[in-house]
């Protein structure tokens, strides 16, 4: 028998007893050590690990488990956790030991899960590709030439390689969803607030958002469904009421032939307009035909200021930026030079020294754009574009139930392929940063494969809280299609 | 040619919460470095601030006290620099829209008489750490302790025009943080603090360029530091020198100030909204209570003492220094029930020369309001004459121990710790034997002993002299050993030579 790869499955067999919690973690244990050119892990909590499958299979005995006792999962390294290394991708925080749980760190630990490890990302979550990392890049499971997205790509690449069910990522413009198209695996950036944000290492204050990567919607509901929950240390974070979304999923009635029957699909223009690689192009083309059969109504919608939320975005997560990274000084904690002449000297080598090339473009220009004489031409200007963006979404959900279209115009790229052209990088974020600048809740689902066998996943975002609606209507297309249970030819991954 | 000078006051009153602005840990004064920072003071990645309401609580309680707008949406922003005790790199203030929009501080100036200074605002934000310089040969310290210590920022218009009137306008504002709770004004460590904005001008032309002259911790500091710098803006500019906008620095020790830094190396703070924080909001609601929790203001209590308590205005002034000094007296008039007056007379003199003396504040005086009462009641019910009174208020004080207080201040009310009032001044009055004599015959044998021994004397107040009959009734008293009721010594005086009373 093989061992079950999912969430679902995973709860359903530890609560039948089909397998133990040591059984699954060692597993990916064994996985990890097994696909480590991957390169999706930076710090492995072997020991630790095991130790919380042993707790998971005592309190499954003593009937006292949590929801997903015993999943191992892992978890981005942008979220703090107890006692164990958390290095933001960056020789900033190479050694960082955090002494506290990110408030998602700690409710997946109290629903049961087992931490295997924290994955690897772009530098302080500042990329599309995860080859700004520390730690060297990470590669797609698909094919090991290719980047798995970013910046969440370690996590993606976890799930992909079937080393863990689940796992979490951060989603500031993209970091999830277009991670998750890259690698064919189903990922969620919920609505802005919905998690907390205490323990997530600050990027984009205001864009930042904790989310999850799994095989399928089902699982993403497992994940949120703990993860979700109001956090009085985080002031941005909601008062709304705890929901059970793989319940909901469950439980919600539908036409066995016709199970989005009454669901309307909204397509922007702007999002099929051009610039969409003809091969993504089809394999978004195929889905909402599928969608179409499954009985949702497709209509054609207008997002005519969405064009402006790339600039709006680059000139408002790198101003947040800009001062969120001002606290790593090499005064408390972190990477101190080792020479230094004076205290403007220790500032200027350390940080230097220990942030990368995109880290410190998107501090200059969040600098620059946050100077006095250009605040209201750049900041103030992008954030009445944020407004006008989310007046846009607003006036389309008044019509349609959710917004499809592809999550990035291409593919998964090889690794190198972009690496001396930021932009281009940047314009890659086009169609995932309106959910970040609005704060809506938006997934990408594993939706096909181009001709050379690179996933194509397709994006839904939904108005503010309607994750049960939205996971509910990607289960009900993965129900009816297997895109989502395809898995990468993991011997070719191992070798080599 | 005169000059007219032109103050504008920035005071950081420190705000009397338990625990920081942003985050749960102490603002205790004085604990070991960097024991009362929490994840959040130090800045620890991924960490958030979270608005400590009773910050804004007593940022309402301003507004409402110099009648100023509250306004009902204000934004947190963050100001960039670099410092290593700025642990995040930013300090979270209020900057294009604060909590306190305008009201004013009237003050009495020594030269222009009463007068309002208006205030353009005043703002909630949070303090730094220190640096300690010091302590480590070669190296600076940081202590986070102060990180994050809630403070109001209030700034004044440039409506001052000597250092006289800042001191006055200092010492009111100082004066009312404290009444209406929401400063403990302790200069020494560092809760109340003051920066001057100072610029000179010929009077009716436009403003002159203004130095800031920072960190101004006592009311000493900020006269002299102001009378420094007046007199070195004039002088510069006599000399055919120009002023430059500058940050300077007071030096006591040498009593002048320094340049720091000029506006060509100020820093460019690139303030923006702080993401973490949503807009403040506050509610008529909220400000409904926080009104119905107000102290009666200075100003109002004043009238109040004149009309209710008949004392003059002087009087009254000087008793709403402070809402202790106000309850004090309150408290006293009430145990004694007699004449006010006699109440604010002995708080001005007797009370006043001895916390001056041992330098403590009204709420550690070691005689309490309803011991005071007590006392001015002996002297009404003839039991011991003033001048006893004054030795019974002496021991009274002497026998609590220095440090000791026994009073508490709780809100406005004061509390007797040990024993009761009026036993405790009875109980000196016996000791030192300081009761009056009012007995009829043994006061009439006195002065019948004191005519028959003083012939001399008492023919010359036969004769008329008053000034007699005053050596006469001090030789009586001198008898009684000070203890003859010098009213009754008086009256049977007169009575007995016949002399006109």
């Known amino acids: 028998m093989t061992a079950p790869d999912t969430v679902t499955a995973q709860a359903a067999a530890l609560a039948r007893g089909d397998c133990s919690s040591v059984e699954l973690t060692q597993r990916a244990l064994d996985r990890i050590a097994s696909m480590q050119s991957l390169n999706a892990f930076i710090t492995v909590d072997t020991e630790g690990a095991l130790a919380q499958a042993r707790e998971a299979d005592a309190a499954r005995v003593r009937g006292t488990a949590g929801p997903l006792a015993g999943i191992p999962i892992a978890h981005k390294d942008v979220l703090m956790t107890a006692g164990l290394r958390t290095t933001c991708g960056s020789r900033m925080l190479a050694d960082f030991v955090s002494p506290y749980d990110a408030h998602v760190v700690g409710l997946l630990k109290r629903a049961g899960t087992v931490l295997v490890g924290k994955t690897n990302m772009d530098e302080f979550a500042m990329g599309s590709s995860n080859e700004n990392s520390h730690f060297g890049p990470v590669r797609n499971p698909w094919n090991r030439s290719l980047v798995p997205g970013g910046s969440s790509g370690g996590s993606a690449a976890a799930v992909a390689a079937g080393i863990v069910a689940g796992a979490t990522g951060t989603d500031t413009g993209g970091s999830i969803r277009q991670p998750a198209s890259f690698t064919g695996i189903t990922g969620l950036k919920p609505t802005y607030g919905l998690c907390s944000r205490y323990g997530l290492v600050a990027f984009a204050s205001s864009l930042d958002t904790p989310g999850v990567f799994a095989h399928s919607a089902h699982d993403c509901a497992l994940l949120l469904t703990a993860m979700a929950g109001h956090d009085e240390r985080d002031s941005t974070s909601l008062s709304h009421a705890q929901e059970d979304y793989a319940r909901d999923i469950d439980a919600s009635p539908s036409d066995a032939h016709k199970p989005l029957a009454g669901v309307r699909i909204g397509l922007p223009r702007e999002y099929f307009a051009s610039g969409v690689e003809s091969e993504v192009a089809g394999v978004v083309d195929q889905a909402l035909g599928t969608m179409r059969s499954l009985g949702a109504t497709l209509v054609e919608i207008g997002l005519p200021t969405v064009r402006h939320s790339v600039p709006a975005y680059y000139v408002i997560a790198p101003a947040e930026a800009s001062s969120n990274l001002s606290r790593f000084d090499g005064v408390r904690y972190g990477y101190r030079a080792r020479d230094y002449r004076d205290l403007d000297d220790m500032y200027r080598r350390t940080r230097a020294e220990a942030f990368g090339e995109e880290v410190k473009r998107r501090i200059l220009v969040g600098t620059y754009v946050l100077s006095h004489g250009y605040y209201d031409a750049y900041y103030l200007k992008a954030q009445q574009v944020r407004r006008l963006i989310a007046d846009d979404f607003r006036r389309a959900f008044a019509e349609v139930d959710f917004i499809a279209g592809p999550v990035a115009p291409t593919p998964a790229f090889a690794i190198g392929d972009r690496r001396d052209d930021p932009v281009q990088m940047y314009l890659g974020d086009i169609f995932t940063i309106a959910a970040n600048l609005t704060g809506i809740p938006a997934l990408s689902l594993p939706a096909g494969f181009t001709r050379d066998g690179r996933p194509v996943g397709l994006q839904l975002q939904a108005s503010y809280l309607r994750e049960s609606a939205l996971l509910a209507a990607a289960h009900r297309f993965q129900q009816a299609t297997d895109w989502h249970a395809r898995r990468p030819d993991l011997a070719r991954v191992a070798g080599a | ?501």
């Open chain 2, 1 to 501: 040619m005169s000059w007219e000078v032109v103050i504008g006051i920035e005071t950081h009153a420190q705000l009397s919460t338990a625990s920081k602005i942003f985050s749960g840990a102490s603002t205790a004064f004085g604990a070991p470095p960097n024991t009362q920072a929490s994840a959040v003071d130090i800045a620890l990645p991924g960490t958030l601030p979270v608005l400590n309401r009773g910050a804004v609580e007593r940022a309402i309680r301003f507004g409402l006290a110099v009648g100023a707008t509250i306004n009902r949406r204000s934004v947190f922003a963050r100001k960039n620099y670099f410092y290593p005790d700025l642990p995040k790199g930013y300090q979270i203030s209020q900057y294009e829209t604060p909590v306190v929009l305008g009201g004013g501080i009237d003050i009495v100036s020594p030269t222009r008489g009463p007068i309002r200074v208006r205030l353009t605002r005043a703002h909630l934000e949070e303090d730094a750490g220190k640096s300690l310089h010091e302590d480590f040969h070669g190296m600076t310290g940081i202590d986070l302790n102060r990180a994050g210590t809630p403070l109001l920022e209030i700034v004044s218009e440039p409506d001052l025009r000597s250092a006289d009137e800042a001191v006055a306008y200092a010492k009111t504002l100082h004066g009312l943080v404290r009444w209406i709770g929401i400063c403990d004004g302790n200069m020494q460590e560092g809760s109340f603090r003051c920066d001057a904005n100072v610029s000179v001008r010929r009077p009716g032309e436009p403003l002159g360029t203004r130095c800031e002259i920072k960190n101004l911790n006592s009311f000493r500091f900020l006269e002299r530091a102001i009378a420094f710098e007046v007199r070195r803006q004039i002088d510069l500019i006599e000399d055919g020198g120009r002023v430059v906008q500058q940050t300077r620095l007071y030096d006591p020790d040498r009593d002048e100030t320094r340049a720091m830094r000029s506006k060509e190396d100020a820093h460019d703070y690139r303030y923006f909204p702080d993401p973490d924080l949503p807009p403040l909001a506050i509610d008529d609601a909220w400000i409904e209570r926080v009104e119905a929790s107000m102290p009666e203001l200075p100003e109002a209590m004043k009238a109040r003492f004149v009309t209710e308590y008949a004392i003059p205005a002087h009087d009254a002034l000087m008793l709403t220094q402070s809402r202790d000094m106000a309850a004090y007296f309150e408290e006293a008039v009430r145990a004694f029930g007699g004449e006010a007056k006699l109440v604010a007379n002995w708080m001005l003199g007797e009370l006043a020369a001895w916390l001056n003396r041992e330098d403590v504040h009204i709420g550690e005086a070691a005689v309490g309001p309803r011991q005071l009462g007590a006392l001015l009641t002996r002297i009404a019910d003839g039991t011991i004459s003033s001048k006893a009174a004054k030795q019974v208020f002496d021991e009274l004080w002497r026998e609590h121990p220095r440090g000791h207080p026994v009073l508490r201040a709780e809100g406005a009310q004061f509390s007797v710790a040990g024993e009761d009032a009026t036993p405790s001044v009875d109980r000196i009055i016996e000791r030192h034997g300081l009761r009056q004599v009012s007995d009829e015959a043994a006061i009439g044998k006195l002065v019948d002993d004191a005519i028959a021994a003083n012939a001399a004397i008492v023919a010359e107040v036969r004769a008329g002299k008053e000034k007699a009959f005053n050596a006469l009734v001090g030789k009586v008293m001198a008898a009684s050993r000070g203890k003859a009721n010098p009213a009754q010594v008086n009256a049977l005086l007169r009575a007995k030579l016949g002399a006109p009373s």
